[in-house]
DNA sequence: CTCCACAACTTATCCGGTTCAGTAAATTTT
DNA sequence: AAAATTTACTGAACCGGATAAGTTGTGGAG
């Protein structure tokens, strides 16, 4: 079954090609009765326009790429990219955009599949996520030209559009409550140290501990792996001085966190308090339901999608700050005993 | 910056547009010495071909299509897609084929987005995953004669080709494993019950349950969230004669299900064994480590992803099964008390 | 020495849209 | 009523590759 192209529907239509292009565009240059009639005929054969067609003259490839530089067994249950994609595509379908996917499993190799994409103009822009401390990606995307938004800031991306959400603001929240609950010994098990909101939730942990006067701020790093997180609580656990709160960078991690605290007989709220940060069903999942930092992650998505829409568009962007999450108290707080 | 097309390379070699294309598609029509003076050019301003131009002279579009057709909140947490979506990548990667994602509410929908991407040369194929008895998909696609592969089968799909896992075999050794540790009363919480792999389950459980002499065989169906699985399980141990062990078709059901049994005071597993489906890190990640029928999805996908490549070289496929799931025992079965 | 075969190119056409420069007819302006 | 403008188109060039067809130049066979 041949595909229709627009000199089908001109044959048709008893036009040309040209005026097939102006009607079916909404461009002036035709009278409405043709537009109709031609709209109608490519209707009636279930015409699409050629993207390949379309994207060689001139006009954009109509769709952004995103790549995800993590190992498969980590983004198989990493529940954050999934929000974030559903996010994206909402805004990318209502403008028929097609996202474009790629799992990759370093910085480099994103870099060369972003040189690539954008050297076959396959793609109109790009999505990066995992921002890191002079990162690698942002001098290519500015040497490029390549259209991105950057989701993980605030950072250094010169005139490249970001999106981040407070996480400062979220984790002085979450220790606030936790000092107000009666918590004096209060850990943390952070995401990857490189990422740059991984810093900046680390920082803004040991602020506010020294602020309300507790004597350690104690962040084990971990890769966001249930493995890793459960390695990681076994070890904050077996100290003398054992925190009677923990808080975790991923809800991965803070279920890991949850199940090795039941292994080794400690109660939770009642001998451990976990907050997790992200709530994903997964924290209401889990016996008992984790009291977790909430943001909208899809929104979060969709909000990126728009601003690299209209990174593409050629308008100027700022910085966007796309909300602060905020704390969804659950079963796993509770005074100390 | 421009990026670079042949006609650069050409004028920067001295010889013509078509030389250049014969050089870098290792076409014969120039010699040994030209073509690698012609790559080092392209190699040295990082040249890569125009992808609408080359799909546009009646290659392909070197990319394919998938499609989710879940709501956000399921996909999110849901690990197998993303463990099928790295599957695919690592093969589509490796021929520089990229991967084109939708998200969309249903299948009629999908059926929309398959339209619009093979009418608009988007895509040299699909993968279809969930396949459904009668499914809408499938005369569709035999239609536009668009090469595909399905997931989840096996089913009645003409010439389309299958990748499916052989469940009801996995349903069988699980029963069979559960009847040999002593249990008499064993419960199923069920996925989304139009899915043709659900219904092949099913009726294997009820088969081996038969066969065994278990005199009832009751499967919930359910929907893949954790909120519905915690719920289908509830139920199930509210009855009188309440089952002493419960297969779930996925992992997510399984963590609610464990969840729902510790918070009514039920202990896993000595009052109650899980058997989760589909082994995920969330399996090993709950305390105690859920008992798993497991499949390397990612390896899953991998060969759907081959097939699908395969069928749009134009090799006629036949159906493939690619493995059976095997028992993984972990903490969460043990003898009824 | 001529003819032929073949390598090593060049030239031209095509793919299917977009867009610009025409052009004839209709409409408005003066 | 003639001139100017506008409307509604057509025709052709163009995007950047792939590729069929044509053109040289060279070496070997006869």
Not at 23 to 52: C, D, H, K, M, Y
Not at 103 to 132: F, H, K, N, S
Not at 136 to 149: C, D, G
Not at 207 to 212: D, H, K, N, Q, W
Request: charge should be neutral.
């Amino acid at each position: 079954m041949k595909r229709p192209t627009i000199a089908d529907i001109a044959r048709r239509a008893g036009v040309s090609k040209g005026a097939v292009s102006y009607a079916l565009n909404g461009q002036p240059g035709v009278s409405e009765a043709t537009r109709q009639r031609i709209v109608a005929i490519a209707q009636e054969i279930g015409f699409n326009p050629n993207s390949a067609a379309r994207a060689l003259s001139g006009a954009s490839a109509r769709a952004v790429g995103l790549t995800l530089c993590r190992p498969a067994r980590i983004l198989s249950i990493e529940p954050f990219f999934m929000g974030l994609i559903s996010g994206f595509e909402a805004e990318l379908a209502a403008r028929s955009y097609a996202l474009t996917l790629q799992v990759v499993a370093t910085p480099e190799q994103e870099v060369e599949v972003y040189r690539r994409w954008w050297g076959e103009r396959r793609i109109d822009g790009v999505i990066v996520t995992d921002l890191r401390e002079n990162d690698v990606r942002i001098p290519v995307l500015q040497q490029l030209q390549l259209p991105a938004v950057v989701i993980g800031g605030p950072g250094d991306t010169g005139k490249i559009a970001q999106v981040w959400s407070d996480d400062a603001g979220a984790i002085t929240e979450a220790v606030r409550y936790l000092v107000a609950l009666g918590h004096r010994r209060i850990a943390r098990v952070g995401g990857l140290p490189d990422l740059l909101h991984t810093r900046t939730r680390t920082r803004a942990f040991e602020e506010v501990c020294t602020s309300l006067g507790l004597n350690e701020a104690v962040t084990m790093p971990s890769d966001y792996t249930g493995e890793e997180g459960g390695r990681a609580t076994r070890r904050l656990l077996i100290g003398a001085d054992r925190p009677t709160a923990v808080i975790y960078d991923n809800d991965v991690m803070a279920v890991a966190g949850l199940a090795v605290a039941q292994e080794m007989g400690l109660s939770v709220p009642g001998d451990l308090s976990i907050v997790a940060w992200d709530d994903s069903p997964l924290c209401s999942l889990v016996h008992p339901p984790l009291t977790a930092l909430s943001r909208d992650i899809a929104e979060y998505g969709a909000h990126a999608a728009r601003e690299l829409l209209a990174a593409i568009d050629g308008k100027q962007v700022s910085n966007v700050e796309a909300g602060t999450a905020h704390l969804t108290p659950r079963g796993s707080t509770a005074p100390p005993r």
